[in-house]
């Protein structure tokens, strides 16, 4: 475990938020709390607020090369179930998006964290030469089975050149990364002048997240960063970056795989409502869900 300070300021003044839920133990517990599907819900290490700048993390935390190692080694059979709510999302994703940037026209576009590639075939289908960037060795190889161009390792790791994509993405993947405004920095270095920087995460300063308070699901032990809109743009225009819309943007979800997080939830309570999205059709209906408290922010670099 390392205690870190204040990732946007600086500062190592903070107030404690939510305490540790964990009991004591020596290391992560393994590969299960990251899985995107991970149902670590209620499990976090504790969660302090900087008493200057307001951002809220997780502190003390595992230190970098032990995040690194759960999720090079991660893998994740339930979420190519989920497939089709992934898809569905990520084409929600993708209409707002270009209703900025105009028609791909063979522009490339640069997804970090892309997983198992949905959001790159989608991408792809639109016209943009999309590439990803990912450390799960299993979930890039996925990828690239369904022939995408994805580069294994993180972007530190991947060094690519300067100014050589016009739009870099990451679908609830910073509030995971160990050093973001080092990320958001290196990806200032590679995107063009005037080229977009779009990141989708949890708002901790949402009504929802207030009202649930210790009980929003979001507060997991494989969320490190829990941002608000306001701490999110504060990053991204001191790593040089002009924030030009910043607002709340839900998910589609099957209700079979909705199942399966209601008894992750409320434990035995919530079997039968599993058994009976499983003895049904129902189980692959996909819904919208939008509780206010994911939000979608699109910033250029000037
Ligand atoms: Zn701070």
Redesign the pocket.
């Known amino acids: 475990m390392e205690y870190v300070s204040?990732?946007?300021?600086?500062?190592t003044h903070t107030r404690l938020v939510f305490p540790n839920t964990i009991p004591d133990r020596k290391q992560p517990q393994g590969m299960e709390a990251f899985r995107c599907t991970s149902s670590g819900y209620g499990r976090h290490h504790a969660i302090v607020k900087?008493?200057?700048?307001?951002?809220v993390y997780s502190n003390p935390r595992w230190d970098d090369s032990e995040l690194m190692d759960s999720y090079e080694t991660v893998q994740d059979p339930l979420y190519l179930q989920e497939r089709e709510g992934r898809v569905l999302t990520f084409e929600q994703h993708l209409r707002p998006l270009e209703a900025i940037t105009g028609p791909a026209n063979g522009r490339r576009l640069l997804d970090v964290g892309c997983y198992i590639g949905v959001f790159l075939e989608i991408a792809a289908k639109h016209g943009w030469d999309a590439w990803g960037i990912e450390p799960s060795q299993w979930a890039a190889e996925q990828a690239r089975q369904f022939g995408l161009n994805v580069i294994g390792g993180t972007l530190e790791e991947a060094n690519l050149p300067d100014e050589s994509f016009d739009v870099v993405t990451l679908w609830d993947v910073i509030e995971h990364v160990a050093d973001p405004i080092g990320e958001i920095r290196r990806i200032h270095r590679i995107l063009k002048p005037g080229g977009l920087i779009v990141i989708h995460t949890m708002d901790i300063d949402s009504l929802f997240a207030r009202v649930m308070g210790p009980r929003w699901p979001w507060l997991m032990e494989m969320h490190i960063y829990y941002f608000s809109q306001r701490t999110m743009a504060a990053m991204l225009e001191k790593a040089g970056f002009t924030v030009t819309r910043s607002g709340p943007q839900g998910r589609y979800q099957t209700l079979g795989y909705l199942g399966t997080r209601f008894t992750a939830l409320f434990g035995r309570l919530g079997r039968p409502v599993e058994w009976a999205l499983n003895a049904t059709r129902l189980r692959q209906t996909t819904v919208p869900i939008n509780l206010g408290d994911l939000f979608t922010v699109y910033a250029r670099k000037a």
């Open positions: 204040c990732n946007l300021c600086g500062s900087c008493s200057e700048c307001g951002l």
